[in-house]
């Protein structure tokens, strides 16, 4: 079942949609392409959250989570038949920089799990020591980049006791879907900072 949720992060209001329809997914990422057709660096944050298996050493991605700095898209892939061509492709789209942190590891899963390959992928930790001459920053984690980068501190927003739930769920509650949020859009909101002309 969907569901659109609304999260007021560092005073911007976030729309978030939780989905595995098709339909759901072409009109987010319609939006995503409507919403960047100003001057401004074509940035779309990218993450995944997988599910332990029974067997403890394997992981399987369950859900891929997007986000343009308006709107999150958190696609549960778990629940899916097929993965829909509109998604394959929007990651392949040669103007727009999908970025995160851990981002080489992510989209092996998703390539290997769901054959999806994402054309402009960046590492936020190496861009962001690159661009402000410290490199130190080049291991840190979304905390500290969001901290240095933007002068934010989005942890407050994060709901902590979600961390541990279970992301294989048909239906996320509303703390997975901000935890998600919170973590996709501090991806986009350093991305876009990092990036911009």
Known sequence: MDSVQSFNLNGEQITTHVTKKKSTIRDVLESFLFSSESEQAKVIGIDIECHLSKDVDKTKCVTLHLCDGQSCLIIQLLHMNSIPVCLFNFLRLPSYTFVGVGIKDDLHKLEVEYGIRCKNAVELGPLAATVMKMPRLSGCGIDELTRVVNNLDLRKHRPLSAVFEDWGKYELGKKL????????Y????????????
């Open 186 to 197: 501090s991806y986009y909101k350093v991305g876009s900072k990092l990036l911009e002309p």
């Open 177 to 184: 879907a901000k935890l998600a949020t919170v973590n996709v």
